[in-house]
């Protein structure tokens, strides 16, 4: 496969849910690692409010493509598109990646996300809804598990309650979301014993509240699951990879420990 091909999720025409004026599709772009053996894959997954889409994804895989892990940033819709759009997209990336994982040279049972701010609460979702469909399956490709297999979170949205980032809430559900939706999007309240283990980073400083990390780890830990939270006093929101911010930017040395170390991931 040709290095950063695209790579659309469905066919032209079978798209769930796609306004028939909308010329966006659905795709995600890969960018393998400098492997030759097997490796596992992230998805990566930008964050911009349900509103745009930042540059995080190819960052990610910057990152990570020269330390053995193939990376696939997911384009997935926005507004004007709103829940499950993002969902069935992201949801359909996983599955993607995991029927043809032989053909990619992907380790099928090492497929995680990398998710940051609302692309955090977007993969945070798939941890904990992975088994809601909001269709029928249409193809083999809808037949695949679309559980992570780990997550790396960064300064993630995870609650809808007032703790959370209005802007991410209204752009998912429009401004009328119900009291029900507000719940079902609170991923804390939907952890599970089947949710998966966790690498997490944020600022004490940042406008999106640390809380957000804060009740998902409790969440996790009430569960059992394994989990890293690293909180730094110091930084604004969106930083990515924080590589001007020396302290903050430690978390990429740190997650790269955490993945050797519970995921076994590298080879030593």
Not at 19 to 25: C, I, P, V
Not at 226 to 234: A, G, I, K, S
Request: hydrophobic share 35%; charged share 20%; glycine share 8%.
């Amino acid at each position: 496969m040709d290095i950063n091909q695209e790579i659309p999720l469905w066919e032209q025409g079978k798209v769930p849910f796609l306004d028939g004026e909308s010329k966006e599709m659905p795709k995600m772009i890969f960018y393998p690692s400098k492997s030759n053996q097997p490796a596992p894959a992230v998805l990566a997954i930008p964050g911009g409010g349900y509103k745009n889409k930042t540059d995080v994804g190819v960052r990610i895989a910057e990152w990570l493509t020269p330390l053995g892990i193939h990376v696939f940033v997911l384009d997935y819709r926005v507004v004007p598109y709103r829940h499950p759009c993002p969902f069935i997209d992201a949801q359909r990336a996983i599955r993607t990646i995991r029927l043809r994982a032989k053909e990619w040279n992907v380790i099928q049972e090492q497929i995680g996300t990398a998710g940051f701010s609302a692309g955090g609460h977007l993969a945070a979702s798939l941890g904990v809804h992975f088994n809601q469909n909001f269709f029928d399956p249409q193809d083999e490709i809808d037949q695949q598990s679309c559980r992570p297999d780990f997550m790396i979170l960064g300064y993630p949205v995870i609650t809808f309650t007032e703790m959370g980032h209005y802007g991410s809430r209204t752009n998912l559900l429009g401004a009328a979301g119900t009291e029900f939706e507000r719940d079902h999007h609170s991923l804390e309240k939907h952890v599970s014993k089947d949710t998966p283990r966790t690498f997490m980073w944020h600022t004490a400083e940042d406008h999106i509240t640390v809380e957000n990390s804060l009740y998902f780890s409790q969440a996790l830990s009430t569960y059992n699951i394994p989990f890293e939270l690293h909180v730094f006093p110091t930084g604004k929101h969106g930083l990515k990879l924080a590589e001007d911010e020396p302290h903050v930017g430690q978390w990429t040395k740190l997650c790269y420990s955490w993945l050797k170390h519970e995921i076994k991931v590298f080879q030593s």
